[in-house]
Nanobody
Framework: QVRLVESGGGLVQPGGSLRLSCAAS????????MGWYRQAPGKQRELVASITSGARTNYADSVKGRFTISKDNAKNTVSLQMNSLKPEDTAVYYCNADYNRGMYWGQGTQVTVSS
């Protein structure tokens, strides 16, 4: 079992920045794909960004150039730096681990972009 705990959400004005962090309960980054997903009210959960064990990254078109995913293998953390935030980025953001043929999710953290 893997436990994921997110932190860093909150309320920010349009154009602002937030950094989300996800701590894994044990060392899994060397053979997993870590991702950030989000779900807005009335919409399906969507992939925002992912990073492989080899640090290859992938981004949704809507966040390219604004968001950056990174990981710290030593600390078992994966982060999402979000810049130039827009109201349409408002959602609950979830950390995800695709590890050892299982999918693991954090509890989610709310990000609200509003003036």
């Amino acid at each position: 079992q893997v436990r994921l705990v997110e932190s860093g959400g909150g309320l920010v004005q349009p154009g602002g920045s937030l950094r989300l962090s996800c701590a894994a309960s044990r060392s899994i980054f060397s053979n997993s794909v870590m991702g950030w997903y989000r779900q807005a009210p009335g919409k399906q959960r969507e992939l925002v960004a992912s990073i492989t064990s080899g640090a290859r990254t992938n981004y949704a078109d809507s966040v390219k150039g604004r968001f950056t995913i990174s990981k710290d293998n030593a600390k078992n953390t994966v982060s999402l730096q979000m810049n130039s935030l827009k109201p349409e980025d408002t959602a609950v953001y979830y950390c995800n681990a695709d590890y050892n043929r299982g999918m693991y999710w954090g509890q989610g953290t709310q990000v609200t972009v509003s003036s």
